[in-house]
């Protein structure tokens, strides 16, 4: 589907403003120490452009070839350097994914997943983050009759993550949110003990 939606120039997701969560961690006053950054639904790149434009190492994943070719255009136009992985979210390991990522992003990738494909990221993802790595996850909540993907709440965020994350807090972000009726939650959470 998101191959098509590309192919057709009907990217309603693209454009946005960034999440304040993500700001707050790259500029903020208690601003996370530049390191090595997963992009994970990284769409045409502006959230890895600029991450790496803010200094840290960045690696960003899509499974959408078009989307990766508009991104690499962006990119080497911003003279970023980012490294760029066709892959499954869901399989990162097997697609030659690995490290201590110190800020993983989620700008709409988990929300669109089924259940096993939730379970799925939630392993990648703490197989990829370092010890203290933060995650912050954007997305829909729990659809309620709206067309596209089918959110999720902080219970189910709790649920699926609890073991190994701490959720450190979320909001409604309606900045990010291309409908204000339907916004965006982002939430922030942080690695800890082994997986």
């Not at 659809?143 to 649920?159: A, K, L």
């Amino acid at each position: 589907m998101f191959g098509i939606m590309y192919r057709v120039g009907f990217t309603p997701w693209e454009g946005h403003a960034l999440p304040a969560r993500l700001r707050a961690a790259v500029e903020g006053p208690t601003a996370l120490r530049p390191g090595r950054a997963l992009d994970i639904g990284c769409g045409t790149g502006d959230t890895s452009i600029y991450l790496a434009r803010h200094g840290w190492e960045v690696t960003a994943v899509d499974f959408v070839e078009a989307a990766l070719r508009k991104a690499r255009a962006k990119a080497a136009a911003a003279e970023a350097r980012i490294t760029w992985v066709r892959a499954d979210v869901t399989a990162l390991r097997a697609a030659g994914v690995h490290g201590e990522c110190q800020l993983i992003v989620d700008n709409g990738c988990f929300h669109g997943l089924s259940d096993e494909g939730r379970d799925a990221y939630v392993r990648e993802m703490t197989a990829v983050a370092a010890h203290d790595g933060v995650l912050v996850l954007a997305g829909f909540g729990e659809n309620t009759g709206r067309r596209g993907p089918r959110g999720f709440d902080p219970p189910e965020v709790e649920r699926r993550f609890a073991g190994c994350w701490t959720l450190i807090g979320h909001e409604q972000d309606r900045a990010v949110s291309n409908d204000a009726a339907d916004p965006i939650r982002v939430y922030e959470l942080r690695r800890f003990g082994e997986a």
